[in-house]
């Protein structure tokens, strides 16, 4: 069975600092990874996404992931945060090769103070 | 290209009573999926349909909760009677099945369906 665990519930950053949203796995096949975030009142928008191929992955709006097996992990980042990233973090996990349901962790949510 | 549609947006009853909520996937998605989210939690499957053939409903309970795909196209998600735990976000979502040319995994999700259980 595939499950996520994201450490905490909530990150607070100052703008222009470093965001880091961590994220840790557990699959018994090669994992398909997914960060999505989540705005109030909307549904799920996918940020960025590792399958297969290199594991330092770019997504929208300046994110990036990077796929770490021996650690299991797929945090993500970003250099500088924005007051327009405040929303829910969201890691999913799905088994590649079997029937694509993804399994998401209980998301982080993201403050940014001015 | 339309994204996925869910209706009703809110919907608020009392407990006992029923509720269905809508879902219009993206155009030639085969796979459909509701998922519940309660507030502070990720998002949990209920149900995965390919076509209109039921993949995995393993965590759907099944003495309330009901769904259908009948034409493999739109989808129904039925709640009778509806117990104050059900109170939660409704997410519907699409994608290509695995190995089809263009798929990478990605689900593609609908605003919710908001359901308060008063």
């Known amino acids: 069975a595939q499950s996520v665990t994201q450490l905490g519930s909530h990150v607070s950053v100052s703008e222009g600092a470093l965001v880091l949203l961590r994220c840790n796995y557990s699959?018994?096949?090669?994992?398909?990874l997914f960060w999505y975030v989540q705005y109030p009142n909307q549904g799920l928008q996918l940020l960025l996404k590792?399958?297969?191929?290199?594991?330092l992955v770019k997504g929208i709006n300046g994110f990036e992931a990077e796929f770490k097996k021996s650690e299991t992990s797929f945090h993500l980042t970003k250099p500088s945060a924005h007051m327009s990233d405040a929303a829910e973090y969201f890691c999913?996990?799905?088994?590649?090769?079997?029937?694509?349901?993804?399994?998401f962790g209980k998301g982080i949510t993201l403050s940014v103070r001015p | 290209e339309a994204g996925v549609a869910q209706s009703p947006r809110y919907k608020i009853i009392e407990k006992r009573q029923s509720v269905a909520f809508w879902c219009n996937p993206i155009s030639g998605h085969a796979t459909l999926y509701w998922y519940q989210q309660i507030l502070g939690q990720g998002p949990k499957l209920l149900i995965q349909f390919q076509n209109n053939g039921v993949v995995d409903d393993s965590q759907l309970p099944k003495d309330r909760f009901s769904a259908e795909r009948l034409k493999g196209v739109d989808s129904t998600l039925k709640i009778q009677p509806a117990k104050l735990e059900d109170s939660a976000v409704y997410l519907c979502?699409?994608?290509?099945?695995?190995?089809?040319?263009?798929?990478?995994?990605?689900?593609?999700f609908g605003e919710g369906s908001r359901l308060t259980v008063l």
């Open positions: 999913a996990v799905s088994e590649a090769g079997a029937n694509s349901k993804l399994t």
């Open positions: 699959s018994s096949v090669p994992p398909y």
């Open positions: 590792y399958t297969t191929g290199a594991t």
């Open positions: 979502a699409s994608s290509l099945p695995y190995g089809t040319s263009g798929s990478t995994g990605e689900l593609f």
